[in-house]
């Protein structure tokens, strides 16, 4: 609907973390542009937000040449209903590319702009590469056996959540039986050993 808030993630990126949904579900999207900030290092192959002492965000640039903080924005972005109207007047980079540093650093010159760091121990993985898509593989593969659970489980998020109930979770499990998959599922409304 327009005006309304919404949220937009880069089709290349994947975040998992404890304490990830959580921090999500905080955002108050009425007001204003919340972004997020991971301590990477090479900050110039993304955009980058500077902060000042009190934690601040002062600046954002799009991959520059000479980063101002080892800060890198990720592609998970909360915006109130005036980003439409933002991003229509946002122009072409030196890179002839629309940008959404741009829409960020106009929510910023407004005043309006939050960036919070994502807490040490979350797993931000930029999959836009073949090589990075592959790490992204082998990270997601490493935690699902090592955990016994799933990453990035649609059915198991209703269900923790409360938007579906132990039947319409084993419904969705019957929808892709026989597999291990469908196994994970009904295995969630087991009780624990």
């Known amino acids: 609907m327009a005006g309304e808030p919404v949220a937009l993630i ?27 900030a991971y301590r990477v290092g ?7 937000v500077e902060f000042d002492p009190e934690g601040r965000a002062v600046s954002i640039e799009e991959k520059p040449a000479r980063p101002r903080s080892h800060y890198a ?22 890179r002839g590319e629309l940008e ?32 990075s898509l592959h790490d992204a593989g082998s990270y997601v593969r490493v935690i699902e056996e090592r955990q016994g659970t799933k990453v990035g489980c649609v ?11 132990d039947d319409g979770l084993a419904r969705l499990a019957s929808e892709h039986a026989p597999s291990p998959y469908a196994a994970y599922l009904r295995a969630l409304t087991s009780p624990r050993s």
């Open 100 to 131: 959404i540093t741009a829409v960020n650093g106009e929510y910023l010159r407004r005043g309006r702009l939050s960036v919070r760091v994502l807490p040490e121990g979350t797993a931000w993985l930029d999959s836009g590469t073949f090589e």
């Open 155 to 165: 059915e198991e998020i209703a269900w923790r959540n409360g938007w579906i109930d």
């Open 42 to 48: 090479n900050p110039g192959a993304y955009g980058v």
């Open 10 to 36: 880069l089709g290349d990126n994947v975040f998992h973390g404890a304490g990830l949904g959580e921090m999500m579900r905080s955002i108050d999207a009425t007001n204003g542009a919340t972004i997020f």
């Open 73 to 94: 924005v990720p592609g998970l972005y909360f915006y109130d209903g005036d980003v439409v109207d933002i991003a229509k007047g946002v122009t072409p980079s030196a």
